[in-house]
């Protein structure tokens, strides 16, 4: 790169910060030229729960205790009401940040690549949306999620197997009695022999009643009861 070149570039970049400063997604403090999404205070200091370290035995896999069979599941941060975690959630969601997801998917992907059976998987499988959502928000904030810990982790994702048979409301108002009949039945597989004998990790932004993650492992579990599935999210609801 010239060095006029380098020059006009930073000169544009310092232009656009001023009209459209980038922002911490935790914090909103503005963010310097090295850090991306998050700044460094806030990636240093976020709750993290360390789950990936004990993979089979923790919080999340005990909430899966006696609903379906899962062999692992792993939340990078700890979910909780006016938090930055929430801050972070709602503007992957709401606010146009795919890239943020990705961002934190490639983060989080090298902690579980160090980590068994993680690291194992054969295939990362996001929770669908129905196309008809994903359509009008520009993308599935689990997909982009699954497609960082997917450049990390060096696992091929698949998200044209699992699908959503149809609408559902959304749960953020709902009970836990709601969400489990509101996901009742609503994922199932397009080619389930695709599937035969893989270790799967399913990938989802937030666990909260986990009645999303648990009718998609049913809708797996249904064509292949011996599976094996892995869960892991970014952000995780201790109740
Ligand atoms: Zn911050």
């Known amino acids: 790169m010239t060095k006029r070149f380098a020059f006009l570039q930073d000169f544009w970049a310092a232009i656009l910060s001023i ?3 980038r922002l911490c997604l935790a914090c909103d403090a503005p963010l310097g030229k090295a850090e991306n999404h998050l700044c ?7 709750p993290e729960t360390s789950f990936h370290l004990t993979p089979c035995n923790n919080t999340f896999v005990e909430r899966f205790y006696r609903r379906v069979p899962i062999q692992s599941a792993a939340a990078y941060y700890w979910f909780a009401q006016q938090s930055r975690i929430q801050q972070i959630i709602h503007q992957i969601k709401y606010h146009n940040q795919p890239d943020a997801a990705t961002e934190i998917g490639r983060m989080y992907g090298y902690a579980l690549s160090r980590t068994k059976p993680f690291s194992e ?3 990362l ?7 008809q959502k994903e359509h009008a928000r520009g993308y599935n904030q689990a997909t982009v999620f699954a497609q960082g810990l997917s450049e990390s982790m060096n696992i091929p994702l698949i998200t044209n197997n699992l699908y959503k048979t149809k609408m559902t409301q959304s749960q953020t108002k709902m009970s836990k009695q709601q969400r489990l009949e509101n996901t009742e039945g609503v994922f199932a597989l397009r080619h389930p022999m695709a599937l035969r004998g893989k270790k799967i990790i399913i990938a989802d932004d937030v666990m909260t009643s986990g009645a999303t993650l648990e009718s998609c492992c049913k809708a797996i579990l249904a064509e292949l ?3 094996e ?3 892991v999210t970014i952000a995780f609801t201790e109740h």
């Open 40 to 46: 460094l205070p806030c990636q240093a200091d976020l």
């Open 125 to 131: 499988i996001p929770v669908p949306m129905h196309p």
């Open 121 to 123: 998987a054969d295939y």
């Open 19 to 21: 009209i459209y400063p």
């Open 225 to 227: 009861p011996d599976a």
């Open 229 to 231: 599935i892995h869960l």
